[in-house]
């Protein structure tokens, strides 16, 4: 008995003729070396969890450590910090992105406020340099610390100066470790 004609979906005759469909390198190309956070759906957030969230601005917008920014900066997240639901606990300016430790009530309650955080900074950057149009680089990335040791960790790298020794320095300190002497480490006297 012969064999009836293959009924085929929509797709197949893409798949076969080489124009579309899944392959290697295909789509848009990234627009920068560092593109912004896919979006993916976010993880739960548990009530009693701080978060540790990071804001990264364009390139081509100034540092935002300028005095002018900051002065503008401080005021505006405390009022963000003033909702029931969300607070800021710890902040850190950084040239090109800003560092929050922040406490939410839940998922909802952590995107409100980070939209609300989210359109100071702008607003911010806007008044404090006199400029307009977009400032924010994406979406903002999100790392829920669920151990003291992680909470630990966080702190110690947002209050460590930006240096690299420094910084591995205070991260040792916040778990416990000590620094090894000269003689531990074999070094000569």
Known sequence: MAAGPKHLSPDDDRYHTGR????????????SKNPPVHHIRRPRVPRH??????????PE??????????????????LASERGDFRVLHYRVQAKQLDL????????????GMKAV??????????????????????????????????QEALASMLAPADG?????????????????RREVGAPR
């Open 101 to 112: 430790i922040v406490e939410a009530a839940g998922k909802q309650a952590l995107g409100r």
């Open 165 to 181: 020794m420094a910084a591995s320095r205070a991260r040792r300190a916040a778990r416990g470790d000590r620094p090894l002497s």
């Open 61 to 78: 917008t100034p540092s935002l450590r300028d005095r002018r920014f900051l002065d503008e900066l401080r005021p505006s997240l405390e």
């Open 118 to 151: 989210s359109a100071r900074v702008a607003r911010a950057v806007h008044r404090a340099f006199e400029q307009s149009g977009a400032v924010l680089h994406g979406r903002y990335r999100l790392r829920i610390l669920q151990t003291p040791s992680e909470v």
């Open 49 to 58: 969890c701080p978060s540790h969230v990071t804001l990264r601005v364009r």
């Open 20 to 31: 579309g469909g899944p392959r290697i390198g295909a789509g848009r190309p990234p627009l």
